[in-house]
């Protein structure tokens, strides 16, 4: 298994719900955000995880979900950014990342993918905001788009 970590000082790795919130119409204040995020945060980094869990979301879950036609029109456009593939060894790291930090399966992928990519930063709302992984520092970019700081 690889094990070296170099952060790219500026390579973010974004979450699947930064993407939904920039489609999501029924969010306006996130999808602001979100919008504003990915156009200012130039070496954006995604995994297969992340494309495939926004095409689900996007055509299934939102309030106003987006035709197939637009969603795997949205899921091409990402796939312009650096893409970290699933693999077996990325699985592996995820479960001791996951069993390390208490982190669900999925939030340890996303880990694991983030710090194979070499980002300094993990966009998402789904882990507590400021909080470290070895060095991979995760943002929340809704922050304060509800009116109040995010608990975690």
């Known amino acids: 298994m690889k094990s070296a970590w170099v ?13 939904v919130y920039a489609v999501d119409t029924a969010e306006p204040k996130k999808q602001e955000a979100a919008q504003r995020v990915i156009d200012a945060t130039p070496d954006l980094v995604v995994s297969t995880q992340v494309l495939n ?7 299934r879950k939102l309030a106003y979900p987006l035709p197939p036609e637009e969603a795997a029109t949205a899921v091409e456009w990402m796939t312009r950014f650096s893409c970290v593939p699933i693999d077996a060894d990325l699985v592996l790291r995820a ?10 399966h999925w939030d340890a992928l996303m880990v694991a993918a983030a710090r194979q990519a070499g980002c300094d930063r993990l966009l998402t709302e789904d882990l507590s905001d400021e909080a470290s992984y070895d060095g991979l520092r995760v943002e929340n ?3 304060g788009t509800d009116g109040q700081r995010p608990v975690g």
Do not use: C, H, M
């Not at 952060?7 to 993407?19: H, I, L, S, Y």
């Not at 479960?95 to 669900?104: D, E, F, P, T, V």
């Open 7 to 19: 952060a790219v000082p500026g390579r973010a790795f974004v979450d699947t719900n930064v993407f």
């Open 53 to 59: 869990e926004f095409y689900t979301i996007a055509t």
């Open 95 to 104: 479960i001791k990342a996951g069993q390390r930090w208490q982190l669900s």
């Open 141 to 143: 970019p809704f922050r």
